[in-house]
């Protein structure tokens, strides 16, 4: 369990490091929210399509907890916050004995047995596959979107008030 716990920590935050990490936050200041955060969580997708057993439909559910996680970071302005989220589902599910994005941890020694079909278990890519991550990443963002949080300052994204890095240059009269 140390292991599994310390190989996730390290890997949902690398991840993160990686993909909202200097250069995220570059884009972030120069090319805005939507035009960063959604490029992003697709190349987030795409780092994860060569996963075994990975579809169409947990290419397209991984972008949106790519696009989560960004969402996350604007909210906040913190790392931390992505981390945990990342971290969260990535060891909740092998508790619950299901894949985690195509790969197989047995932590437990149990493996959930879905009957209900490909479409809501997932199939052997696992829950990211399933039509109720797709629910559930609307609820998140949603309750990302409602939820109190404290933003905090970010010397890449919130220039310093009065400065003159991102404000235009008035032009010279010739």
């Known amino acids: 369990m140390v292991f599994l ?4 920590i390290i890997a949902s935050s690398g991840e993160e490091l990686m993909m909202r990490g200097y250069a995220f936050q570059v884009l972030l200041a120069s090319c805005g929210t939507w035009a960063t955060v959604i490029p992003v969580g697709v190349v987030f997708a795409l780092l994860h399509s060569g996963n075994p057993n990975a579809t169409w439909f947990s290419v397209a559910n991984t ?3 790519g696009i989560l996680f960004g969402y996350a970071f604007v909210r906040t302005r913190d790392l931390w916050l992505p981390i945990g989220l990342h971290f969260g589902w990535n060891f909740t599910l092998p508790l619950f004995g299901v894949n985690v994005s195509g790969l197989r941890m047995k932590v437990t020694g149990y493996e959930m047995s879905w009957t209900a ?3 809501w278990s997932g199939g052997e890519y696992g829950p990211e596959a399933s039509i109720l991550t797709s629910v559930m990443l609307v609820a998140l963002f949603v309750y990302l979107r409602m939820a109190p949080v404290r ?8 220039p310093p008030a009065g400065s003159e890095v991102c404000e235009a240059t008035p032009s010279s009269p010739s």
């Open 5 to 8: 716990t310390t190989g996730l």
């Open 63 to 65: 972008a949106g907890f």
């Open 117 to 119: 079909g490909s479409l």
């Open 151 to 158: 933003r905090q300052a970010s010397p890449l994204t919130d």
